[in-house]
């Protein structure tokens, strides 16, 4: 497609479930990056990648998250042991490079813990 | 890090009035983006605009990169215009993670 795709578009899990959140960045762009985004809040900068390699994951609030993108194309950001408070709504962007390029953003994937 | 502040937080706004929103920044920047997310959650790309002046349709914004600020102005406001702004900038000297203020939420009535 010509976005950024992010699948699932809403998913529901019970507090302790790891989740999966996948990303399908627009073709040839480089740079991928994952926010989280709590509700009326603006979003939050989790990790970027520079083809399939993690040049920061300064923004991962725990251990609980972990993110990876091994073909340097779709990136999956996971939560192990879920916690109420990972409740957000998760956003991925890319760009064609890293800096000095604008940030395209899919739909996000909204997460409720229960 | 890099402090991003917009202002105002809430807007209301009859159809068809002007509006500005702002965006102070507290380093320099290499990147400064601004976005609209709409009431279903989508951010959509309204300018990348690390300076100066640029105007898409009813919206233009301007960046003063010297004085650290950026502008965005939305004329003749519709109701499709409604939903939360956001600017967004990445620090300058190499790459810096970017950083997002709180929006400024726009309701445009009827």
């Known amino acids: 497609g010509a976005g950024v795709s992010q699948s699932p578009r809403y998913k529901v899990a019970k507090r302790g479930q790891d989740v999966a959140l996948r990303c399908d960045p627009i073709?040839?762009?480089?740079?991928l990056f994952w926010y989280q985004q709590a509700l009326g809040q603006g979003p939050e900068f989790l990790t970027y990648?520079?083809?399939?390699?993690?040049?920061?994951k300064s923004g991962l609030p725990s251990d609980r998250f972990f993110a990876e993108r091994p073909e340097g194309s779709v990136s999956t950001l996971k939560i192990q042991r879920t916690q109420q408070e990972d409740s957000a709504v998760y956003l991925c962007a890319s760009s064609f490079k890293g800096g000095n390029q604008p940030q395209h953003f899919g739909d996000g994937t909204r997460l409720s813990i229960l | 890090g890099i402090q991003v502040e917009q202002s105002p937080p809430d807007l209301i706004l009859q159809e068809g009035a002007n509006s500005t929103l702002r965006c102070n920044f507290s380093?320099?920047?290499?990147?400064l983006q601004w976005f609209h997310q709409n009431p279903w959650g989508q951010l959509i790309n309204l300018f990348y605009i690390p300076s100066g002046t640029k105007q898409n349709g009813r919206l233009s914004a301007t960046t003063v990169a010297t004085e650290r600020y950026s502008l965005l102005y939305i004329s003749s406001s519709q109701t499709t215009d409604s939903g939360v702004y956001f600017c967004a900038v990445e620090g300058s000297g190499g790459y810096q993670k970017v950083t997002f203020g709180i929006g400024t939420k726009l309701q445009v009535i009827p």
């Open positions: 990648f520079q083809n399939e390699a993690q040049l920061d």
């Open positions: 380093d320099s920047v290499n990147n």
């Open positions: 073709s040839g762009h480089v740079s």
